[in-house]
Nanobody, 128 residues
């Protein structure tokens, strides 16, 4: 079973930047190549439900949550089996455990999280 491993979480000051990475341990999982998966970043902060932050489909088209759209950018590098989230102008509300996920479609990422392939998460803490 392939694994998704996040990194890049850290403590940061408000207004700062962080870049999260998510790398797959295998070029394929569940019978499909990494490049054929829609990928996404989710986050969950204490006492709140997990929410999607940014999604990217197999063609590289991204969808970013409106509340962070001007500050966050999602990209993927299929050759490196990696997904990235560039976060700029961080705010304390961005503090959360961030997870990457893979699914066969963006619809599945959002609507069937129980079927997603998940990473273990990386913590982002933003102080004011």
């Amino acid at each position: 079973q392939a694994q998704l491993v996040e990194s890049g979480g850290d403590s940061a000051q408000a207004g700062g930047s962080l870049r999260l990475s998510c790398t797959s341990s295998s070029s394929s999982f569940r019978g499909y190549m990494f490049k054929s998966y829609a990928l996404g970043w989710f986050r969950q902060s204490q006492g709140k439900e997990r929410e999607w932050v940014a999604l990217i489909d197999t063609s590289g088209t991204s969808t970013v949550k409106p509340s962070v759209k001007d500050r966050f950018t999602i990209t993927r590098d299929n050759a490196q089996l990696s997904l990235y989230l560039q976060m700029n102008d961080l705010k304390p509300d961005d503090s959360a455990q961030y997870y990457c996920a893979a699914a066969r479609s963006q619809w599945l990422l959002i609507n069937r999280p129980d079927t997603n392939i998940w990473g273990q998460g990386t913590q982002v803490t933003v102080s004011s």
